[in-house]
């Protein structure tokens, strides 16, 4: 059991918010935050880790109940380390097609050897809107980008991600599949061993 009975979920992402419910399971009550906004709060932070903690503060303080978000993204080697924290903004708002297609285009010459990435994950849990210790945990997972979209589950960069371990995208993996090995799956591995669950 969680040190708490209910926990809202602080993500407005319906791919993320199935894959966090899938992996919590029924160890706690969940409800989302748009139950209590529909309004998403504007991510400032120059890191993950600043803007989970934003998000989770927001849903804590709309909801009155502890916290959890996720703020995640997309690295790509050849490109510094973007789109990064601006991954879901990557092509301006509009949308994940949008954001793919304008990454396949920006790696179109560039061969498989320097097209390495990491999915980067971090959750903060809040207890309370105001909690001067949020719980952070990081997840990586590492593949490369693939030059054509390959695969149906999933959301997001899903169907641009190789998974050297399984030989396939991450869209063309079950969702069982990617909820034991993603950046997701790593970080709430960590959550769980932090509050004792593990
Ligand atoms: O902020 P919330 O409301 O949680 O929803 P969001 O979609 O805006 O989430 P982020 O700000 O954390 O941006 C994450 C971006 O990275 C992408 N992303 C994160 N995890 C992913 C995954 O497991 N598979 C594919 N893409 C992922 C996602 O599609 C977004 O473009
Ligand atoms: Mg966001």
């Given at each position: 059991m969680m040190p708490f009975n209910e926990l809202v979920l602080a993500s407005h992402n319906a791919g993320k918010l199935k894959e966090l419910q899938a992996m919590l399971g029924d160890s706690v009550r969940v409800r989302s935050v748009a139950e209590f906004s529909l309004e998403e709060p504007e991510e400032t932070g120059l890191s993950f880790i600043e803007n989970a903690i934003l998000k989770a503060r927001n849903a804590s303080r709309l909801s009155g109940l502890p916290a959890l978000a996720d703020d995640s993204g997309l690295a790509v080697d050849f490109l510094g380390g973007a789109p990064g924290i601006y991954s879901a903004r990557y092509a301006d708002g509009k949308g994940d097609a949008a954001n793919n297609a304008k990454l396949l285009d920006v790696l179109k010459d560039v061969p498989d050897a320097e097209r390495g990435a990491q999915f980067v994950c971090c959750l903060a849990l809040v207890r309370h809107a105001d909690d001067p210790l949020p719980i952070i945990c990081e997840g990586l997972w590492h593949g490369r980008i693939l030059h054509a979209a390959q695969g149906?589950?999933?959301?997001?960069?899903d169907p641009l991600f190789w998974v050297p371990e399984r030989n396939c995208s991450s869209a063309e993996l079950p969702a069982s599949e990617k909820n034991q090995l993603s950046h997701r799956a790593r970080a709430m591995a960590l959550l769980k061993q932090r509050l004792g669950l593990a």
């Amino acid at each position: 059991m969680m040190p708490f009975n209910e926990l809202v979920l602080a993500s407005h992402n319906a791919g993320k918010l199935k894959e966090l419910q899938a992996m919590l399971g029924d160890s706690v009550r969940v409800r989302s935050v748009a139950e209590f906004s529909l309004e998403e709060p504007e991510e400032t932070g120059l890191s993950f880790i600043e803007n989970a903690i934003l998000k989770a503060r927001n849903a804590s303080r709309l909801s009155g109940l502890p916290a959890l978000a996720d703020d995640s993204g997309l690295a790509v080697d050849f490109l510094g380390g973007a789109p990064g924290i601006y991954s879901a903004r990557y092509a301006d708002g509009k949308g994940d097609a949008a954001n793919n297609a304008k990454l396949l285009d920006v790696l179109k010459d560039v061969p498989d050897a320097e097209r390495g990435a990491q999915f980067v994950c971090c959750l903060a849990l809040v207890r309370h809107a105001d909690d001067p210790l949020p719980i952070i945990c990081e997840g990586l997972w590492h593949g490369r980008i693939l030059h054509a979209a390959q695969g149906e589950h999933g959301f997001g960069y899903d169907p641009l991600f190789w998974v050297p371990e399984r030989n396939c995208s991450s869209a063309e993996l079950p969702a069982s599949e990617k909820n034991q090995l993603s950046h997701r799956a790593r970080a709430m591995a960590l959550l769980k061993q932090r509050l004792g669950l593990a």
